[in-house]
């Protein structure tokens, strides 16, 4: 019997995803609706006809299941799906953990019927509060022998074994066997923790989160696999909802989706699926792509051969990975490559910036044609390379820029505000806190236009300068009470001015006002407080620019998820604290960087910007983006082998063709190579014009770089160099 079931095999940008909706219009509407001319213009090839096996999946009959790597770009899928079919087909487009987490949710009536759980709703926790909540269940037992044997701080170590427990149900693992297969995998490696030490702390943590109705992504994706997808009742319901299942990308799925297709398969269902043997962003963070490809022998393939489009991969693919993989081999790389080589990482850092920016001023390229593409962005590299093309007007997207919400002074100002309402929490705040505080709001109603950046562009009545002498004279330090004086207690307070001087009077009143509620409990939580700060003294009428509007965003979203968790532990284990330890937490854990301005949706709502991309490999290639002109930043760095993205602890442990195989040097070495061909492979299918290789012989720590693209650099025949700069 001919399976309805389609494989689609190709490189990037071979039309995978564009061949995959074809697919599915040619299952659910007629001719007349999907016509040729809609093909044409939105995949730019000639469309290539029905399936021999024509199938019309009928819109009274369940809808279809979609799935996508990551969120971009499920919603880019979905948007593409909907317009082709005007909307007319029942499609639900998730990502694999996404889809997971609402199948749990939805179906906990039944898991708490199998597992005997407390009948409370649950409640989802975020990486950084599983991580606190963790090490404070932990904490007894990691002492400071276990972290000497570890050889890591209490952090890490913790984010380590938590990543296990995640590894393992992405692998469709149950928790009782991680014991088992980290002691096959380690064998007599005694430079690490105990495989039954490990498995007995994940085992309270997983029992410790149920308890309370507490979910992770590693417990989520557990519940789903070994208990719902085993279920006859989930998999009448699960079969009777879809009657199709499209998936793109699943190179970057974990295994557990596999078992997820193969239910849907075996009751009836068609699927399709993209697989890009080029890709496997995710290997080591969870993905399996090799248990994945199994999939191929339950569906007929289909190969799409040829190199992507308006790339440079035909030309340049074969020659690159062999420099790399032999470097003895003598070969020039084409004009098409170019080489940017300095002494030091700053002078590497300016010029790439300057030779963007005369390449744009002269309309070579247009800022939207270029990316920027590094195995890593420290915060040295991104703020100079931003500066200096700012200051040329070129407008800089940093694709999925995670930096910790307290590094943007808007976040400070507004945790300090919370520490001058509420009592007993005089020592977090400073007079440099404040002074920050004065100026972030005071800021005037309208920010100035074409603002791209937050606080450094717009506006204030304050000025750091004003700020600082109120902050000096006015602000009376107490572990309790902390207190701001009126401006009058400054003896030179003219000095100020008449615009700072109303602008202080007016934020005093405001703190005092707030003061008063709050001891009358009229401001039913903390969070209720920040959103008055916001609407007071940021919003009011002004349009914020995005990245601001995200970090508030992101603020509130945390500060409502940290509340809710708060409440669900009080509910089940009443403790005796003061009455503002959860703020004095709440603040500290913001301070300590681990939580990322990364709100829904991840992106601003409109056409794309018309700006330069700078991103690291992971971020570039889990994109999917394509363009022009590619820098591939510090190409003598050795974490280029490294894929821009550190392995998981014990990742490859988990894979199933391996489970539990010990994990060698000579391993490690062939993962390396494989993974580099992968890149090189993957980022030549995504740049149609230049590549610019941007060496410096010395990394920012001083040493030298000798990682494995540095033969690509030896064989460039045109060199930028600071010899011939300007």
Known sequence: MVSHSVWIVGTSRSGKTARLVEQFCNWVVSEKQYTESFYTKKTGRKKTGHVPEFLYLKQTEPGVLVLAANDDNRRELGDIIVTSTLGKYPVRAKTPLGFFQDEVILFWPLLINLLNLKAQFPVRLRPETEQELATKLWRPQLDEEILRLAGVNESRLVRRILDLLQLAAYSGIPCEDIAQILAKGLGENTTTLEPEFLASLLLDWRNWCLERGLLTYGIITELYSQHLLSDRNYQQHLTKRYQAVLADDVDDYPSVARLLFELLLDRGAVGAFSYNPDGAVRLGLGADPNYLEGLAERCRVEILNGPPPESLSEQLTKQMVELVTEPMVMLSLPKTVYSIQTTSRAQLLRQTAEEIANAIQSQQVQPEEVAIIAPGLDAIARYTLVEILVKQNIPVESLNDQRPLISSPVIRALLTMLALVYPGLGRLVDRDAVAEMLVVLSRKQQPPENSTDAMNRVSTNIDPVRAGLIADYCFVPHPDRPNLLPVSAFERWDRIGYAATTAYNQILEWLEQQRSQQELRLIPSPISLLDRAIQRFLWNGSNLPYEQLAALRELLETAQHYWEIDTRLRQIAPVETTPHTTIIEFIQLLRRGTITANPYPVRPIGGARKAVTLATIFQYRSSRRSHQWHFWLDAGSPLWAKGGAATLFGAPFFLRDRLGEPWTAEDE??????????????????????????????????????????????????????????
């Open 669 to 726: 070495k062939l993962a390396e190579e494989q993974r580099l061909q992968r890149i090189l492979t993957d980022l030549l299918s995504r740049v149609s014009e230049r590549v610019y290789l941007c060496h410096s012989d010395l990394a920012v720590n001083g040493q030298e770089q000798l990682g494995p693209l540095l033969p690509l650099v030896n064989a460039c025949v045109t060199v930028i160099s600071e010899a011939n700069v300007n």
